[in-house]
């Protein structure tokens, strides 16, 4: 029969890590990829697995790599901190591992709750990632710092079961996790030789508020739909101004003299 592995990547999750580990004990092995957390994360995952491994954070291509490197069986499914495996999901991967026709990797669906509902709209369902489910070497994932892609070797199938994700546990958090995709997100532009400028910057973010908030019908998600909008918004503009700041050098400038022109 054929045995499954789950991985999680984590970094200081412990008020979200042991719930995610609740929803997958029914795996053959269990394999926490986490990046020197400070807080309880690695304490509370050894109560589910033996298999706390310590990596280094050079990206999240790279770590979740590395956390496919220790998973020992020939299926993997992937589930992050803030991800919760429901039992509509379980029994449709169980299914899926013991089918001789089944693909090489799966796309799954995520229903996600913000602000205390579950959002329908504003491009977050069916919000599907990477693929979650894969045959261990038929899958790898770019080494990009942030927004990591994919490479298949087979066929791509889609699960039809959605798993849950909490992206946040309060509004401070989505401000937190703003601000750092939005400098890793500068770093990767950065190596990809793009240009930033502030008209850039606000010209990125308007279109990504407008593509959420009206071409996926944010508006219909209520308020939420908005916060979701404006902090995709917020994120955007923000990755562009930084590297407006890394490549104008505006932290390394001395500022001119009160007399002069600048």
């Known amino acids: ?39 309880r994360t690695a304490e509370i995952s050894r109560l589910y697995t033996d298999k706390v491994v310590q990596i280094d954070f050079e990206g999240f291509g790279k770590l979740r790599n590395d956390a496919v490197a220790y998973c020992s069986h020939e299926w993997i499914f992937s589930l992050d901190t803030d991800e919760l495996c429901t039992p509509d999901a379980k029994e449709e991967i169980i299914r899926i591992i013991n089918d001789p026709g089944a693909a090489d990797a799966y796309l799954v669906p995520r229903w ?33 710092l942030v927004h990591e892609g994919y490479v298949i070797n087979g066929r791509l199938g889609h699960m039809k079961s959605a798993i849950l994700q909490k992206p946040f546990r309060n509004l401070s958090q989505t401000l937190e996790k703003m601000d750092r995709y939005s400098t890793l997100g500068a770093q990767k532009l950065l190596r990809r030789g793009v240009q930033g400028s502030m008209w850039k910057a606000l010209l990125h973010g308007v279109w990504a508020f407008l593509r959420l908030f009206v071409l996926r019908l944010g508006f219909l998600d209520g308020w939420p739909g908005f916060v979701i909008a404006l902090g995709n918004f917020e994120g955007t503009f923000y990755r562009y101004a930084k590297l407006a700041e890394i490549t104008n050098k505006w932290t390394t400038k001395e500022p001119p003299h009160p007399h002069e022109k600048e």
Do not use: C
């Not at 991985?7 to 394999?31: G, R």
């Not at 990477?130 to 990009?144: N, S």
């Open 1 to 39: 029969m054929p045995k499954i592995s789950a991985y999680i990547i984590a970094y200081n999750e412990e008020d979200k890590i042991e719930d995610a580990l609740k929803s997958i004990t029914w795996v053959d092995e269990i394999v926490v990829a986490d990046s020197h957390s400070r807080d």
């Open 112 to 144: 996600n709750l913000f602000m205390g509902r579950r959002i329908r709209y504003s491009g977050w369902y069916p919000n599907y990632r990477q693929p979650q489910l894969f045959r261990k070497g038929k899958m790898r994932y770019t080494e990009d």
